[in-house]
């Protein structure tokens, strides 16, 4: 069964950083794009960030630019979301994803983690 596993979420102060991990069981990922989506209560998902399969390509989402960064570890078939100076609108579930395209819509992936909780106090 292939499975997409987040893990790194917690609650933090605001102007605080996370790290949030995904480790893909099942499959290797590597010919695969992989993206970062949240979901805040009450609003629909939306996109994060993403990265292409070769690690260079990264797209990111205007309000995390400048803060947030996307990277892989093709050793270890492992994706990452660096998060700094992380502001209470960040609060969300956040997922990681796989799809043969690097895009910012959730229809081009699929495969999805159940998520990780990310809560910014202020």
């Known amino acids: 069964q292939v499975q997409l596993v987040e893990s790194g979420g917690g609650l933090v102060q605001a102007g605080g950083s996370l790290r949030l991990s995904c480790a893909p069981s099942g499959r290797t990922f590597s010919s695969y794009a992989m993206a970062w989506f949240r979901q805040a209560p009450g609003k629909e998902r939306e996109f994060v960030a993403a990265?292409?399969?070769?690690?260079?390509?990264?797209y990111y989402t205007d309000s995390v630019k400048g803060r947030f960064t996307i990277s892989r570890d093709k050793a270890k078939n492992a994706v990452y979301l660096q998060m700094n100076s992380l502001k209470p609108d960040d609060t969300a579930v956040y997922y990681c994803?796989?799809?043969?395209?690097?895009?910012?819509?959730?229809?081009?992936?699929?495969?999805w983690g159940q998520g990780t909780q990310v809560t910014v106090s202020s």
């Open positions: 994803a796989a799809g043969r395209f690097i895009v910012r819509i959730t229809t081009g992936y699929d495969y």
């Open positions: 990265v292409d399969r070769t690690g260079i390509i990264t």
